[in-house]
């Protein structure tokens, strides 16, 4: 399994998970999420609401490339469009490693 979305896996062992829209936004609201991520198959709704819900509250956003299928069997719920990591050492994990990958694949497209 991808190293990138085991860090989501330890986040929810770790109970530093908020899975699914509606728990997102309250952790938001509450000031406890460090990250927010939305799956790449999730509906421009949701993205649109969580980056929306993020920028007011000054957290960091992403869409990342998993699909909610991928997130659902990380976190064990069905396949959620969006998720809040709540720790923020895990969330910069994410974060970075993902960036990195990402410029990786970049680079290898070249």
Same mark, same amino acid.
């Given at each position: ?10 986040? $929810?062992?770790?109970?530093?998970? *908020?899975?699914? %829209?509606?728990? @997102?936004?309250? *952790? ?9 991520? &939305?799956? %790449? ?10 980056? @929306? =819900? &993020? ?16 997130? +659902? =069997?990380?976190?064990?719920? +069905?396949?959620?469009? &969006?998720?809040?990591?709540?720790? $923020?050492?895990?969330?910069? %994990?994410?974060?970075?490693?993902? $960036?990195?990958?990402? %410029? ?7």
């Amino acid at each position: 399994m991808d190293r990138i979305l085991n860090l989501l896996g330890i986040a $929810k062992k770790a109970g530093k998970l *908020a899975i699914g %829209s509606e728990a @997102a936004a309250q *952790a938001v609201q509450a000031g406890s999420a460090a990250l927010v991520i &939305t799956a %790449s198959d999730a509906s421009d709704g949701s993205k649109r609401r969580a980056k @929306a =819900n &993020t920028g007011e509250n000054r957290v960091e956003y992403l869409s990342v490339p998993y699909t909610k299928f991928e997130l +659902g =069997n990380i976190t064990g719920r +069905g396949s959620p469009g &969006t998720v809040a990591i709540l720790d $923020k050492g895990l969330a910069n %994990s994410f974060s970075e490693k993902l $960036k990195l990958a990402q %410029s990786a694949k970049e680079s290898d497209a070249l």
